[in-house]
């Protein structure tokens, strides 16, 4: 088994059996992108732009279609939630690679990634951005509870082989990351879509990816 030494920051320190990493705002910076999908949706739902502000980040379409409309039924809660993520689909600039991506990225053992979107818009995302596709990805359709719940990052490490206790979860939203706590994981956070104030619960906050300084290793 190909290891992943964290050099740096001190408080993650040490070797961990795969890394899985979120992707809207940790690997691809979407926002632009997620911002117009959800003007689409809130056009043709009528809702209020302001009712969904502060919350699009983090969690899947549906989880939050529930948050906001807790009294539609399920069937119509898919239904809109698949057409939400359908216009971020068909978006021809789905967002683009966060600083130091691709070469955290190239110096990893075992890594995958675990997203609230869609395999397709996960995939679709990571090209755009010039990434590579894992062949882990983990995603809102394999999950039945979403962030912050851990199922996610259990499956993620699941799927690699290894205890989730023994994995590096690298994320971006607070609810990311209190998945990846409750996964047993140490996280590292990065404040892109939101200030390292209130990524609090990891283990330690970067400033960018490139703080992360990691070397593959043999187990």
Request: glycine share 8%; aromatic share 4%.
């Amino acid at each position: 088994m190909t290891l992943t030494t964290v050099l740096r920051p001190s408080a993650l320190a040490g070797h961990y059996a795969a890394v899985l990493l979120d992707l809207d705002g940790t690997l691809v910076d979407s926002r632009e992108s997620v911002d117009r999908a959800w003007r689409v949706w809130c056009e043709r739902y009528e809702v209020q732009l302001a009712e969904i502000e502060g919350l699009l980040h983090g969690r899947t379409a549906s989880d939050l279609v529930r948050l906001i409309r807790p009294h539609w039924s399920e069937r119509r809660v898919a239904e809109a939630a698949r057409f939400q993520l359908l216009v971020q689909e068909e978006d021809p600039e789905p967002g683009t690679a966060v600083p130091g991506a691709g070469a955290l990225l190239g110096a990893l053992g075992n890594w995958a990634v675990v997203t609230a979107c869609s395999r397709r818009l996960a995939a679709h995302r990571l090209r755009s951005a010039g990434l590579p596709v894992p062949p882990v990805l983990v995603c809102a359709e394999d999950v039945r509870r979403g962030k912050p719940h851990p199922e996610s990052y259990e499956l993620g490490a699941a799927r690699l082989g290894v205890r989730a206790a023994d994995c590096l979860v690298v994320e971006d939203a607070p609810s990311g990351v209190r998945a990846g706590r409750a996964a047993g994981c140490a996280v590292a956070a990065v404040p892109v879509t939101h200030a390292a104030g209130a990524l609090g619960e990891a283990t330690a906050v970067v400033e960018s990816l490139a703080e992360l300084a990691v070397v593959r290793s043999a187990a």
